[in-house]
C-alpha cells in the first residue's frame, strides 16, 4: 500500500513538471504576446534616450509588439538598473544602458546592490558614439589648448557639466584633466538632457556629451563644438578635430547595448537579439545613426556579457586613476 502511494505521488510530480515544462515552452514559443518595456536610466533627450527610442521603434516592427521606453533617471542609471535587475526574467523588462550602468556607477555607489556580469544577461550590442567638447558660444575657447590654458590659468574655477557621476562624459572629463594637467569643477546633473539644457543657456561654459546628442545644437549654432573624443575624427562631423590631434592617444566612446535580467531563457534572448540586430541594420536605423555620429553595433548575447566584464576592469582602473570617491 505504501509503494502504491509512493508511486502515485512520484506520478503526479512526473506529470505536474511534464506540464509545467510544455506550458514554460508555449510561453516562450508564443513571446513576445504582449508589450515589452525598455527602461532608459536618464532622462528623456539624452544619448542613451534618443538610442534607445530608434531601435525601440524598429523592434516593435519586427517583433509585432510595442516595445516601450520608459524613463527611469537617478543614481547615473543605479535605479533603473536595480529596478530591472529584479524584475521577472521573462523577457518583458529591458533596459538600454552604456557603460556608465553596466561598468563605471556600481563601483562609485555603496549602496546599490547590482553587479552587471552577474545580475543582467546580454542581449544586444546596439552602437557607439564618440563624445564631443562643446562649449557655450559666450564662451572664448575655440580649441583644446584653448580649453587647457584657461584652466591653467584658473585652476578650480570652470564648470563643467555631465549627465551625473560615474557617465562617460564625467570619466571621459575625468580623464581629460589628469591627461592635460587641469583642475575643472564636475557639476552633476540627473541626465545628461538637463546639462545641455543648461550649457545651451549659459549657465555653465563647457561640457563633453554624446555627439547624438548635441548634433542638432552644433548644427544649430547654439553650442560650439572643440573636438570630439574618438581616435579619429567622426566621419558625420569631419570638419570637427580630435583631442588626440591636441593630446597624443586620447580617446573614448560612449557604447550602448540592451540587457535583460539574468535568468532571462536563452530562447527569448535570442529572439530579442534577432529583432535587435534586424533592427540595427535597417536602411532607416543606419541613416539615423550616421545623422548622429554614431556607428552601428551587432553582437550575440554572449559577446555582449564578455564585453561588459572586460569593460568594468578597463573603467575600474579610471576610477581608481582618477581618485574618484565612492557616494552613499
Do not use: C
Not at 547590482?114 to 562649449?135: C, E, Q, R, W
Not at 545651451?200 to 545644437?217: D, T
Not at 536605423?285 to 559577446?303: C, I, V
Request: zero cysteines; a neutral charge.
Amino acid at each position: 500500500m505504501k509503494a502504491t502511494r509512493l508511486w502515485r505521488v512520484a506520478l503526479g510530480l512526473t506529470l505536474a513538471l511534464g506540464f509545467a515544462t510544455g506550458y514554460a515552452r508555449a510561453e516562450i514559443a508564443a513571446y513576445p504576446d504582449r508589450p515589452i518595456k525598455m527602461i532608459v536610466g536618464f532622462a528623456a533627450g539624452g544619448g542613451t534616450d534618443v538610442v534607445a527610442r530608434i531601435v525601440a521603434q524598429k523592434m516593435t516592427e519586427i517583433l509585432g509588439q510595442s516595445v516601450l521606453v520608459e524613463n527611469r533617471a537617478g543614481a547615473s542609471g543605479m535605479i533603473a538598473a536595480q529596478d530591472v535587475a529584479k524584475s521577472a526574467p521573462d523577457g518583458y523588462t529591458l533596459m538600454m544602458g552604456s557603460q556608465t550602468t553596466y561598468a563605471v556607477a556600481p563601483s562609485l555607489y555603496r549602496k546599490v546592490m547590482v553587479d552587471p556580469a552577474k545580475d543582467f544577461a546580454g542581449v544586444a550590442l546596439t552602437g557607439a558614439s564618440p563624445l564631443v567638447l562643446v562649449v557655450n558660444p559666450s564662451f572664448a575657447a575655440h580649441s583644446v589648448a584653448d580649453v587647457i590654458a584657461m584652466a591653467k590659468a584658473n585652476p578650480g574655477k570652470i564648470n563643467f557639466g555631465t549627465g551625473g557621476l560615474g557617465t562617460t562624459p564625467h570619466m571621459t572629463a575625468e580623464l581629460f584633466q589628469h591627461t592635460a594637467g587641469i583642475k575643472m569643477v564636475h557639476v552633476a546633473y540627473r541626465g545628461e538632457a538637463p546639462a545641455i539644457n543648461d550649457l545651451v543657456a549659459g549657465q555653465i561654459p563647457l561640457m563633453f556629451a554624446n555627439l547624438s546628442a548635441v548634433m542638432g545644437n552644433i548644427k544649430a549654432g547654439t553650442l560650439r563644438a572643440i573636438a570630439v573624443t574618438s581616435a579619429q575624427r567622426s566621419p558625420s562631423a569631419p570638419d570637427i578635430p580630435t583631442v588626440a590631434e591636441t593630446i597624443s592617444g586620447f580617446a573614448a566612446e560612449t557604447w550602448f547595448g540592451i540587457v535583460a535580467p539574468a535568468g532571462t531563457p536563452h530562447d527569448i534572448l535570442a529572439k530579442l537579439n534577432n529583432a535587435a540586430r534586424q533592427a540595427l541594420v535597417s536602411q532607416d536605423t543606419e541613416q539615423r545613426f550616421a545623422k548622429l555620429g554614431m556607428t552601428n553595433g551587432g553582437s550575440s548575447p554572449e559577446q555582449l556579457d564578455a564585453y561588459i566584464k572586460a569593460e568594468i576592469a578597463k573603467w575600474s582602473e579610471v576610477i581608481k586613476e582618477a581618485n574618484i570617491q565612492p557616494l552613499e
